[in-house]
């Protein structure tokens, strides 16, 4: 399936629009991943393994879908669960249904749609690696949406703080000509939304990576320090990035 990408400034743009350009980056991070596992969907894996290991049926929305490649190793680990991706890009979720009908994979859907357009509810409704990248207005409707449409359990991978505190993050990113939210959430506030919903969080796990990545990025791109305990920290460019899941059930 080939790309057509465009080479376009999107500065002035609304940064949550950005997700829909089928653009070279984009295209490498979701490709990649198709041929070897990202560390943070291992450590997803593991996570939801603590909660599904038993589970016999389950209904799991994944917002944010991408090109599906991290939905194809939670599927594979968990057949006898069903798995519906949704993504605003429509190339993206085109290429995920072929991947996963290339590669055989039975128990996963996919919608070109937002999360704006949920009309049923599922079990488990859960997001990686998506809050964290698009507005704060955005994020807040997205975090409704999850627990207003979930019946059992909603689980986030993003950036968070345990303080009381949200950090709004905008990069101007002058190499790939985009501006990309990457913020920062509040645990505590999370927590006072899920209640009002009858959710309380029972897994809040920080994922700590355990390679260490160099920094050989020109702009964006992931890579590791050591702390004085010698545990490895994630950083883009000079910004900490502190990856934790975030699990809610009913």
Not at 183 to 201: C, D, E, V, W
Request: with cysteine.
């Amino acid at each position: 399936m080939g790309l057509k990408t465009k080479n376009i400034c999107y500065m002035n743009d609304d940064p949550n629009d950005v997700w829909k350009i089928n653009d070279k980056e984009l295209h490498a991070y979701h490709n990649r991943q198709y041929d070897e596992m990202y560390k943070s969907t291992e450590f997803l894996i593991d996570q939801l393994q603590l909660k599904w290991a038993n589970e016999k049926s389950l209904s799991v929305l994944d917002i944010g879908c991408g090109g599906g490649a991290n939905l194809y190793y939670i599927a594979k680990q968990f057949p006898n669960l069903q798995f519906a991706g949704i993504d605003i890009n429509d190339y993206f979720v085109e290429e995920a249904i072929a991947r996963h009908r290339e590669l055989g994979i039975t128990n996963t859907s996919f919608k070109a749609s937002g999360f704006e357009d949920i009309e049923e509810e599922y079990d488990v409704i859960g997001s990686s690696q998506v809050l964290e990248v698009v507005t704060m207005n955005k994020a807040k409707e997205l975090k409704e949406a999850c627990f207003q449409h979930a019946k059992k359990a909603v689980y986030f991978l993003a950036m968070f703080t345990d303080k009381k505190l949200d950090y709004e993050i905008n990069i101007h990113d002058y190499l790939y000509d985009k501006v990309i939210p990457y913020n920062i959430y509040s645990i505590p506030q999370m927590n006072n939304l899920a209640s009002k919903y009858g959710f309380s969080l029972t897994n809040s796990e920080e994922f700590v990576i355990n390679m260490v990545l160099p920094d050989v990025h020109k702009g964006r791109g992931t890579y590791t320090r050591r702390d004085e305990h010698g545990k490895l920290m994630m950083f883009t460019d000079v910004l900490y990035m502190p990856w934790r899941l975030l699990y809610y059930e009913k």
